[in-house]
């Protein structure tokens, strides 16, 4: 992996024969009670020493992910747009520092269908904000979920079905990672980077205890498990890891700490 460019609201990398571009949509906070315990109650405060929060507050950023090449240029997750919180919706200022404008999109896969992953597919006046972007890879799991937003109406014709070993661009993998979401995805790139949307939601936290769940995962357990075989999968093959949720700059090595892991944030000498 070689850093090519860095902006303040994007970092792209080199692969092999793939560019992946992380892009921050922004960053929010949300409470210290999301992290939940086995029991699924907020951790006590003496679990939480190491969070990286201001009072109590955990930094949220958001993030998308671009992967370019020959065959195409593929958006995953699009951002919170104006449909959560004001800090955010700031994707298509990352894209025009990245050096990447819209119409250049070909194709777009999500890793879920919450609010902070899909809102940036359609503009502030209702049209698509990727004209270009001929299919919409959501996972079969989610489709009526996103088919009964009405804001993303417009995108409805471009909808593409996603399962677990699909390619939406080619060197780019989906990968089954449920439990925060019922068909909650992670991409493999280049059989090197693996992308894996919201498995992580606080690093401080969940990788020295990967047990810990987020207040919205949507089955908690599975969730967990997804966390924990998809973090063993990323050591054993020496995967490079990058998350919608991952402190700057969204990317990093993953390696076993103790009982769980520890996250090593990508810098320009790794
Ligand atoms: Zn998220």
Redesign the pocket.
Same mark, same amino acid.
């Given at each position: 992996m070689r850093i090519v460019r860095e902006t303040p609201l994007s970092l792209t990398v080199e692969l092999a024969e793939l560019t992946v571009t992380m892009l921050l949509d922004g960053e929010t906070a949300m409470p210290l009670t999301h992290l939940r315990g086995l029991d699924g109650a907020a951790l006590p405060a003496a679990d939480l020493a190491g969070a990286d929060h201001s009072g109590d507050k955990l930094r949220?950023p !958001?993030r998308a992910f671009l992967v370019q090449g020959q065959a195409g240029c593929l958006l995953i @997750?699009s951002g919170a747009a104006r449909a959560w919180h004001p800090t955010l919706g700031r994707l298509p200022a990352a894209m025009n520092e990245a050096g990447v404008g819209p119409a250049e999109v070909t194709v777009i896969a999500l890793? $879920?269908t *919450? !609010?902070? $992953?899909v809102s940036g597919l359609v503009d502030e006046d209702g049209g698509l904000a990727f004209p270009n972007a001929c299919r919409v890879f959501v996972a079969t799991e989610e489709l009526n979920a996103f088919r009964a937003e009405p804001r993303m109406i417009p995108v409805l014709p471009r909808l593409m079905p996603l399962e677990q070993g699909d390619g939406p661009m080619r060197g780019v993998t989906a990968i089954n990672a449920p439990g *925060?979401s019922p068909g909650h995805m992670a991409f493999l790139v280049e059989g090197r980077m693996l992308i894996w949307? @919201?498995l992580v *939601?606080h690093a401080a936290v969940q990788f020295p205890r990967p047990e810990v769940t987020w207040a919205?995962d949507d089955a908690p357990d599975e969730a967990r498990a997804s966390r924990l075989a998809l973090m063993e999968q990323a050591v054993e093959a020496g995967w490079l890891v990058a998350g919608? *949720?991952l402190p700057d700059p969204g990317l990093g090595h993953i390696s076993r700490a103790g009982d769980g892991y520890a996250f090593h944030p990508a810098t320009c000498s790794t």
């Amino acid at each position: 992996m070689r850093i090519v460019r860095e902006t303040p609201l994007s970092l792209t990398v080199e692969l092999a024969e793939l560019t992946v571009t992380m892009l921050l949509d922004g960053e929010t906070a949300m409470p210290l009670t999301h992290l939940r315990g086995l029991d699924g109650a907020a951790l006590p405060a003496a679990d939480l020493a190491g969070a990286d929060h201001s009072g109590d507050k955990l930094r949220l950023p !958001v993030r998308a992910f671009l992967v370019q090449g020959q065959a195409g240029c593929l958006l995953i @997750d699009s951002g919170a747009a104006r449909a959560w919180h004001p800090t955010l919706g700031r994707l298509p200022a990352a894209m025009n520092e990245a050096g990447v404008g819209p119409a250049e999109v070909t194709v777009i896969a999500l890793t $879920h269908t *919450h !609010v902070d $992953h899909v809102s940036g597919l359609v503009d502030e006046d209702g049209g698509l904000a990727f004209p270009n972007a001929c299919r919409v890879f959501v996972a079969t799991e989610e489709l009526n979920a996103f088919r009964a937003e009405p804001r993303m109406i417009p995108v409805l014709p471009r909808l593409m079905p996603l399962e677990q070993g699909d390619g939406p661009m080619r060197g780019v993998t989906a990968i089954n990672a449920p439990g *925060h979401s019922p068909g909650h995805m992670a991409f493999l790139v280049e059989g090197r980077m693996l992308i894996w949307g @919201d498995l992580v *939601h606080h690093a401080a936290v969940q990788f020295p205890r990967p047990e810990v769940t987020w207040a919205f995962d949507d089955a908690p357990d599975e969730a967990r498990a997804s966390r924990l075989a998809l973090m063993e999968q990323a050591v054993e093959a020496g995967w490079l890891v990058a998350g919608a *949720h991952l402190p700057d700059p969204g990317l990093g090595h993953i390696s076993r700490a103790g009982d769980g892991y520890a996250f090593h944030p990508a810098t320009c000498s790794t």
